[in-house]
């Protein structure tokens, strides 16, 4: 079976920033993902981790570590627009499985 | 590039009466998904096809759920009867090959069974 846990929801600052946390159980692994998703939007891409380390893409920055069944998502200089729910997604095979998503709430 | 389109965005319909949900991939793209994501919680893969063949279909309530894939382009999932608990968005994803290393997903079609 698939686990793959997120926190509900987070709150930070413009300009802060944020970690949102991923832990999972799965059955396999071939890599993880993780999404943006506005309100009433599809998810969008924003990195793909298929080994152990920090993969730095301008603001966003994803970790993972495969041995601990963890990664997160770090979001430097927050801005109103990156609002939004963040989708964790481990992908076994040809499979993708989500998690629930963390909401983030950016306040000015 | 055009991106995935699903259409209609929007659907109010009585339990037990059908829908049918269109999804055109993107360009080139051999693999064609359909997600349900009901309200808070992540996309659940219901099906996956493979040019028009199914890949995947194990978490598809096949009594009620259908969907094809003809000539390996467009897809329709069609739901019949519906259920109040079938309310949800339904996600169309496409990608280049079947190792799901990038799924661009299309807007969704938000379904509400009343």
């Known amino acids: 079976g698939q686990n793959i846990d997120q926190p509900t929801e987070m709150t930070a600052t413009e300009g802060a920033i944020v970690q949102i946390n991923c832990t999972y159980q799965t059955s396999g692994f071939n890599g993880l993902f993780w999404y943006q998703q506005h309100a009433g939007e599809a998810p969008t891409f924003l990195s793909y981790?298929?080994?152990?380390g920090l993969e730095e893409k301008g603001r966003f920055s994803s970790f993972l570590s495969r041995s601990k069944g963890y990664s997160y998502l770090l979001l430097k200089e927050l801005q109103m627009k990156d609002s939004a729910s963040y989708l964790c997604a481990v992908r076994n095979g040809y499979k993708l499985s989500f998690g629930a998503g963390t909401t983030v709430t950016v306040r000015a | 590039e055009a991106g995935v389109a699903q259409s209609p965005r929007y659907k109010i319909i009585e339990k037990r009466q059908s829908v049918a949900f269109w999804c055109n991939p993107i360009?080139?793209?051999?693999?064609l998904y359909w997600y349900q994501q009901i309200l808070g919680q992540g996309p659940k893969l219901l099906i996956q096809?493979?040019?028009?063949?199914?890949?995947?279909d194990s978490q598809l309530p096949k009594d009620r759920f259908s969907a094809e894939r003809l000539k390996g382009v467009d897809s329709t999932l069609k739901i019949q009867p519906a259920k109040l608990e079938d309310s949800a968005v339904y996600l169309c994803?496409?990608?280049?090959?079947?190792?799901?290393?990038?799924?661009?997903f299309g807007p969704g079609t938000r379904l509400t069974v009343t």
């Open positions: 981790n298929v080994l152990d």
């Open positions: 994803a496409s990608s280049l090959e079947g190792d799901s290393y990038e799924q661009y």
């Open positions: 360009s080139g793209h051999a693999t």
């Open positions: 096809f493979q040019n028009n063949g199914v890949v995947d």
